[in-house]
T-cell receptor
């Protein structure tokens, strides 16, 4: 398996622009997570999906952030409008359903977002 | 709420030697999971090892092993025969048991990380 695939690897944009991050989870995984990593706050969960349905979005910082999962093999995280404080590494992770020792999250390589 | 503390911001070790990274956590939960993730300069978060709290036996994965002390809420990582490729940031992480309906599944609480450098 190719693992969790994220694109783009790097994104540089100007304040006010819309940014869309993409993620393809591991085939067969029915949980998908979006995490953000910053120097100040470390790694924090933004939102997660189970069977394409958002379960908990309490970590989404503002209404400028939105996430969708239209099917089992694709998810997007959108920021509109973007601000310099959104600069961070955004990770997507996926997992099987919990149980039978499958409680493990597999992360993608992340998207480094820089908002100028 | 859970907290995870890694008290060693940086560690270094000579190639082929053994190093131990410390992690403590605070929780009122009885069922949970603990993880060590490795983040090399390539940035990807790589799962190193996983421990289930109800298992007393310490997890091992090749050169990596843990010392899990549930009562002390301690979860250290031992790397034996260190290799240059082990150079990375290491994160300790906590996850509650999924619970009914998996409503709390996947919420990892991470420590601040320990930068490990392996010297030739």
């Amino acid at each position: 398996d190719a693992g969790v695939i994220q694109s783009p690897r790097h994104e540089v944009t100007e304040m006010g622009q819309e940014v869309t991050l993409r993620c393809k989870p591991i085939s067969g995984h029915d949980y998908l997570f979006w995490y953000r990593q910053t120097m100040m706050r470390g790694l924090e969960l933004l939102i997660y999906f189970n069977n394409n349905v958002p379960i908990d979005d309490s970590g989404m910082p503002e209404d400028r952030f939105s996430a969708k999962m239209p099917n089992a093999s694709f998810s997007t995280l959108k920021i509109q409008p973007s601000e310099p404080r959104d600069s961070a590494v955004y990770f997507c992770a996926s997992s099987n359903s919990p149980g039978q020792g499958r409680e493990k999250l597999f992360f993608g390589s992340g998207t480094q977002l820089s908002v100028l | 709420a859970q907290t995870v503390t890694q008290s060693q911001p940086e560690m270094s070790v000579q190639e082929a030697e053994t190093v131990t990274l410390s992690c403590t956590y605070d929780t009122s939960e009885n069922n949970y999971y603990l993880f060590w993730y490795k983040q090399p300069p390539s940035r990807q978060m790589i799962l190193v090892i996983r421990q289930e709290a109800y298992k007393q036996q310490n997890a091992t994965e090749n050169r990596f092993s843990v010392n899990f002390q549930k009562a002390a809420k301690s979860f250290s990582l031992k790397i034996s025969d260190s290799q240059l490729g082990d150079t990375a940031m290491y994160f300790c992480a906590f996850m509650k048991h999924a619970g009914a309906g998996g409503t709390s599944y996947g919420k990892l609480t991470f420590g601040q990380g320990t930068i490990l450098t392996v010297h030739p």
